[in-house]
Every structure is written in C-alpha cells, then in structure tokens.
C-alpha cells in the first residue's frame, strides 16, 4: 500500500476554482492508476476522476470540461484542478490509488486511500 495525504479543499465561491493535491509515499507510484473520489452529505461516496500511469484520464460526466486531473511521477503527486463549481461540488474529495494499471472507477479497484479534503462551494 501507499500512503496517500490530500490537500488543498476550502470555501469556495460558485463558479470558482480549486486545486486538490495528492502527495504519495512508498515506492512504486509511477505504475499507479490514481483516482479521485467524493462524499457529499448524506450521499455515497462517487468516483470523480482517475488517470493511469500513462497519463490516460478518465472523468465522470458531470465533471469533464471542469475538472483536470494530472500527475507527476518524480513529486509522487497527484492534482485535480477544479473550474466552475457549483454546490453539486460539495463534497469530501478522497485521493486512492490501484494496482490495477488501468481505467478503474469502482472503489473497490483502490487499495490505498487518503483521509479526505473538504470542499464546499457556497452560492
């Protein structure tokens, strides 16, 4: 397993912007496919975004042309940039990572999780 610690969520404006950061410890994180997931109140836990050690990203529909998800091998760092918020983004934004290699949105493909970063966009 890797250790993984989010940072980056706060209070936020709609229609502003953020960005999450994800920094991983332990040793082969440039054959991890990472993922961001949420939690809003109330609901279950959704996946968000994902990208393969390649670089291939994946998002979830409500996201795609607002979200960016990116990583840096040498940093062992994952990023999420997030544009044009809205309440709907409200959430606890969960960094995780797998072994599978692949695309992966189930939760239970990630093995490694971090604890979360808050997110509350406010109208």
């Known amino acids: 397993q890797v250790q993984l610690v989010e940072s980056g969520g706060g209070l936020v404006q709609t229609g502003g912007s953020l960005r999450l950061s994800c920094a991983a410890s332990g040793r082969s994180f440039g054959s991890l496919t990472m993922a961001w997931f949420r939690q809003a109140p109330g609901k279950a836990r959704e996946f968000v975004s994902t990208?393969?050690?390649?670089?291939?990203?994946y998002y979830k529909d409500s996201v795609k042309g607002r979200f960016t998800i990116s990583r840096e091998n040498a940093k062992k760092m994952v990023y999420l940039q997030m544009n044009s918020l809205n309440s709907e983004d409200t959430a606890v934004y969960y960094c995780?990572?797998?072994?599978?290699?692949?695309?992966?949105?189930?939760?239970?493909?990630?093995?490694?999780w971090g604890q979360g970063t808050q997110v509350t966009v406010s109208s």
């Open positions: 995780a990572a797998s072994r599978s290699g692949i695309i992966a949105t189930d939760q239970g493909d990630y093995d490694s």
């Open positions: 990208i393969t050690w390649g670089s291939v990203t």
